[in-house]
Nanobody, 123 residues
Framework: QEQLVESGGGLVQPGGSLRLSCTASQRYAMAWFRQAPGRDREFVAAITWKGANKYHAHSVRGRFAISRGSAENTIYLQMNNLKPEDSATYYC????????????????????WGPGTQVTVSS
């Protein structure tokens, strides 16, 4: 069973930045989702297995950036100009092969999930 290890969450003021990281035991197609209290889990960003394609939700486009580390089993989510509405638990997810360019935003295509890291944006 794959275990995803997330880090980088915390408390930040509006307009601030955070970088989340997620490490797996091997390279996968991976993504970030988030879930605020009382709301459904929503897609944030995804990166394909080789890292050639990256996708970002409309709500974070231009502020957040997903990337893959040189070790290739680690991904990052650089979050800039954070807003209070970005506050949520952020989850890393990995797909063994079901994720594609047409379904990367669907939670059901991801086989493994991290425990989540809390991001709070507040003054």
């Amino acid at each position: 069973q794959e275990q995803l290890v997330e880090s980088g969450g915390g408390l930040v003021q509006p307009g601030g930045s955070l970088r989340l990281s997620c490490t797996a035991s091997q390279r996968y197609a991976m993504a970030w989702f988030r879930q605020a209290p009382g709301r459904d889990r929503e897609f944030v960003a995804a990166i394909t297995w080789k890292g050639a394609n990256k996708y970002h939700a409309h709500s974070v486009r231009g502020r957040f950036a997903i990337s893959r580390g040189s070790a290739e089993n680690t991904i990052y989510l650089q979050m800039n100009n954070l807003k209070p509405e970005d506050s949520a638990t952020y989850y890393c997810a990995a797909s063994r092969g079901s994720a594609s360019t047409s379904n990367y935003a669907a939670t059901g295509v991801y086989d493994f999930w991290g425990p989540g890291t809390q991001v709070t944006v507040s003054s």
